[in-house]
């Protein structure tokens, strides 16, 4: 869809800065938001930017097996005037699914569809600006994994393959699950495998704790250690066929998800 297809896209200030680097304005698929900044004003006409590490995906393979990337860029999107604002699960990585615009009576109501991190994002407000767009030099990437050629009892192919593997899913809201700590213990490790033994099927699983001490384990066991974990780390538990994962967060919560159909 072109800007002008759009009426809500028209109606960036500066489109067509984007839309001259890319040659049509973009759904911004499997870009990350690397840097969210929220701005207060005295006439109350508050702002929140995002920068956007974006890129155009080709039909062809690269020599590690990636669709080749082109057209890096980062874009700077400041919303001012905001009406309406919803913002949660901004997270290490922040890959967007989708990244659509509309209009919303008088405003633009801009909705981010995640396929990893950020949660939810939607934002109405009065004016959009493309404030900037600078190109940049491709970031190298490791190479694809082939879960079935490789040792996948080794925990760097087992982080990587986490890292490809996981992007495109569903995930739950955020369910908050406690923290054992110096003063109470607060950790529901029943409700936890309850909603372990629902999601999966295997009795063996990965647990995802970083490139070097990732590892193939049971499910009881991978549930014993979160809460420890927790103490110093985000936990990751996925099944062998990267389909079906837990992932927990050191504040204190789970979700659940299933690959994207």
């Keep these: ?40 004003h005295p006439t109350g006409r508050y702002s929140v930017t995002l920068v956007i590490a974006a890129f155009e995906m080709t039909n062809k393979l690269d020599k590690q097996g ?3 990337l082109i057209k890096h860029c980062n874009v700077e999107l400041q919303f001012i005037g905001i009406q309406e604002l919803k913002f949660n699960g ?28 950020l949660e939810s994002f939607v934002v109405v407000a009065e004016e959009v600006f493309v404030l900037s767009l600078v190109p940049t030099e491709p970031i190298p990437r490791e190479p694809l994994i082939d879960t079935s050629s490789v040792d996948m009892l080794d925990a760097k192919n087992i982080f990587i393959a986490s890292e490809h593997l996981l992007r495109n899913f569903d995930w739950s809201d955020w369910i908050y699950v406690g923290l054992n700590h110096e003063q109470a213990s607060e950790y529901k490790a029943d409700m936890v495998a309850e909603y372990a033994n629902s999601l999966f099927d295997e009795t063996e699983v990965y647990l995802v704790i970083g490139r070097h001490d990732s590892h193939l ?12 974990l927790l103490k110093s780390m985000e936990v990751l538990i996925c099944n062998k066929e990267f389909s079906k994962a837990m992932r927990f ?13």
Aim: aromatic share 14%; charged share 25%.
């Design 217 to 228: 384990t049971t499910l009881s066991e991978a549930l014993g250690q979160v809460s420890t």
């Design 1 to 40: 869809m072109t800007a002008h297809e759009n009426p809500a896209i028209s109606r960036i200030i500066d489109y067509e800065v984007v839309e001259q680097h890319f040659g049509y304005w973009p759904d911004f698929h499997d870009a990350e938001i690397t840097k969210v900044t929220f701005e207060s």
């Design 90 to 117: 901004f997270d290490h990585q922040n890959v967007i699914f989708d990244l659509a615009f509309k209009e919303s009576d008088s405003y633009i109501k801009c909705t981010l569809d995640s396929s990893n991190g």
């Design 249 to 261: 967060r050191m504040v204190g919560v789970m979700s659940y998800g299933q690959k994207r159909n």
């Design 66 to 68: 990636y669709y080749k």
